[in-house]
């Protein structure tokens, strides 16, 4: 069992910056992939970014040289550096943790972008 903690989410004007951090607890949680995902309202949940246990790293290409994702797999925790944050990138974002079959999410963080 794996549980995923998020923080960091906010209100933002456009082309600010925030930074969300998801810590993992539980047997093993050092060896899961973590990723972020995103659903914005009245649409589907959407893969944002990955950090696998060593150093590979995956991006949507919406969000691709302004995200950057970062693991800390001593605690482990993963964090999401977003930059030039667009209103497109309203949503709530979800932490996402997975090993084979074993899949887990956190309970969301709201990223809202507006002036």
């Known amino acids: 069992q794996v549980q995923l903690v998020e923080s960091g989410g906010g209100l933002v004007q456009p082309g600010g910056s925030l930074r969300l951090s998801c810590t993992a607890s539980?047997?093993?949680?050092?060896?899961?992939?973590l990723s972020w995902f995103r659903q914005a309202p009245g649409k589907q949940r959407e893969f944002v970014a990955r950090?696998?246990?060593?150093?590979?790293?995956f991006y949507s290409d919406s969000v691709k040289g302004r995200f950057t994702i970062s693991r800390d797999n001593a605690k482990p925790t993963v964090h999401l550096q977003m930059e030039s944050l667009r209103p497109e990138d309203t949503a709530v974002y979800y932490c996402h943790a997975q090993w084979g079959e074993d899949i887990y999410w956190g309970q969301g963080t709201q990223v809202t972008v507006s002036a």
């Open positions: 950090a696998l246990p060593g150093t590979f790293t």
């Open positions: 539980g047997s093993d949680s050092n060896l899961y992939t």
